[in-house]
């Protein structure tokens, strides 16, 4: 009997999957899901957020002061934060989003368009990011 030990075929370690280079249309799907998981589970702070903003001039001024000064324990910058990473997580779903749309609507399914398409998704939706986060937080 060897020393090795035989996997069955189609079989695959975790170890081996992280060898596998991911195409740009790989990375736009798998951020796709995690933008709509983080939308999804950052819900609560977004009703939060809206009702607060919007019940009355008095709320929205304690809700901008929450961006400065912090609430509690918590800093004001890690609001700031959470909100970058909500800015991100719409900007990438929708503009991802778009893009699965515009593929189904032309029937564009080649290699090429699949990859210059999900570098201009991750292009888009990172440049845009930036430009609000740079308003977000100066």
Same mark, same amino acid.
Not at 66 to 87: H, M
């Given at each position: &009997? #060897?020393?090795? =030990?035989?996997?069955?075929?189609?079989? &695959?370690?975790?170890?081996?999957?992280?060898?596998?280079?991911?195409?740009?249309? /790989? *990375?736009?799907?798998?951020? %796709?899901?995690? #933008?709509?998981?983080?939308?999804?589970?950052?819900?609560? +702070?977004?009703? *939060?957020?809206?009702?607060?903003?919007?019940?009355?001039?008095?709320?929205?001024?304690? =809700?901008?002061?929450?961006?400065?000064?912090?609430? /509690?324990?918590?800093?004001? *910058?890690?609001?700031?934060?959470?909100?970058?990473?909500? =800015? *991100?997580?719409?900007?990438?779903?929708?503009?991802?989003?778009?893009? %699965?749309?515009? &593929?189904?609507?032309?029937?564009?399914?080649?290699?090429?368009? /699949?990859?210059?398409?999900?570098?201009?998704?991750?292009? =888009? #939706?990172?440049?845009?990011?930036?430009?609000?986060? +740079?308003?977000? +937080? +100066?």
């Amino acid at each position: &009997m #060897s020393d090795t =030990i035989k996997q069955r075929p189609g079989t &695959m370690r975790l170890v081996d999957a992280t060898q596998y280079r991911l195409p740009p249309a /790989g *990375w736009v799907s798998i951020l %796709h899901r995690v #933008s709509g998981i983080i939308m999804f589970v950052l819900l609560p +702070f977004i009703i *939060w957020l809206l009702d607060n903003s919007l019940n009355s001039d008095v709320t929205y001024q304690y =809700i901008a002061d929450v961006f400065v000064g912090g609430l /509690g324990f918590v800093p004001g *910058w890690f609001f700031k934060l959470v909100v970058l990473a909500l =800015i *991100w997580a719409y900007l990438h779903h929708f503009t991802a989003g778009v893009r %699965h749309l515009y &593929m189904d609507a032309t029937h564009s399914v080649s290699k090429e368009f /699949g990859r210059s398409s999900a570098v201009a998704t991750l292009a =888009i #939706s990172l440049l845009l990011t930036a430009a609000l986060g +740079f308003k977000l +937080f +100066f």
